[in-house]
């Protein structure tokens, strides 16, 4: 199983990605897909991913301002299928924007993060996100 599927269009943020969560106290396997509507490939068995048997993840971590099908369009179509109604979302995005974090919330996150802007930050973050998410929180079996 999979720990955390990240949803980012932007390579060198994905590439600082995947060095920072390999830097954990704790392994964490993880998933990185480029586009929003390859997260809900990946996530509903589709495309790509048709012909894998893939569990979801424990965890998504979703950059909201994605280039096509949206942030907010993965999570409306996430949350309306029943296998990933109940699935842990958490934006992670360089977005402060109010707009963007009310509109978020309203299609059903779990939680908003905003990027930090530094390479230690980032990864003292993703520390705490895993640490929280992966261990801490209590969740349902998925399908």
Known sequence: MVDVLYVEDNLHDADIFCRLIGKLSRPVTY???HSGSEALDYLTGKG????????LPKLVLLDINLIGLSGIDVIEQTRSFERTRFLPIVVFSTSDNPRDIQSAYQAGINAYVVKPGSYRATGNLLGKLCDFWLE???R???K
């Open 48 to 55: 790509l991913y048709e012909q894998q048997k893939i569990s």
């Open 136 to 138: 801490d929180n209590i």
């Open 31 to 33: 998933t990185v897909v």
């Open 140 to 142: 349902t079996d998925y």
